[in-house]
Every structure is written in C-alpha cells, then in structure tokens.
C-alpha cells in the first residue's frame, strides 16, 4: 500500500473517531483527548515537502530513499515517479510548475541513469 493512501486511511478514521466522540459522549470528560485528536488530525492533514540533499530525497511524513537506489525517473504532467532498484515506484505529485523544472534538474545531477 502507497504511504499516501495509508495517511488517507489514519486521517479518514480519526476524523471519524472524532465525529463519533462529539455525538454519543459528554464532551466535558473528554475534552483534553478531543483536543489532542484534532491536533493529530491537523498534523496529519498538513502539506508534504520534499526535502533533497546529497544522500537522498525525503518526503515529509512519508518515505525516504537514498540516491543510489533510485534507477531512474519519469516525468508526467506535475508529477514525478522514481523508479527504485527493488522495483517499487515512489510518485511525488502536484509540483508547481516553477519549481518542477528545478526539481527535476537536481535530481538529474544526483541519479545516475
């Protein structure tokens, strides 16, 4: 399962949990968890970064991968899929258009195909 689904699924079922503990609990014994779980859900539901340097590229709150183990890359549209050398893909979507050409030059200079 891609790790963006999985954040989906984790936000999906605490905004749920949350729904379901406003409408059958009294809320004034559990106000410190109500409050805990709404700033897990904004910490969930945040935008991801992607941070690169000379040992690899990260996607915050996702995956890592280091640069010798990415085969090569494809670009399509906003997006940018990593083929790896265990055969999985990692996909870094909906890069602004500015800053994909910068992206794409930097990880170029960093994979060697």
């Known amino acids: 399962m891609h790790n963006r689904y999985s954040i989906g699924i984790i936000t999906k079922i605490i905004l749920l949990l949350l729904l379901s503990l406003l409408i059958t609990i009294d ?63 990692r996909m870094i979507k909906n890069i602004s258009p500015d800053d994909l050409t910068k992206v794409v030059q930097f990880i170029s200079s960093k994979v060697k195909l």
């Open 27 to 89: 809320t004034r014994v559990l106000e410190s968890t109500v409050l805990l779980l709404f700033i897990l859900f904004a910490f969930l539901s945040s935008p991801r970064s992607i941070v690169m340097d000379d040992v690899g590229i990260r996607y915050n709150l996702g995956w890592k991968e280091q640069w010798r183990d990415i085969r090569s890359f494809e670009v399509e549209n906003n997006n940018i899929t990593l083929l790896l050398s265990n055969d999985r893909n």
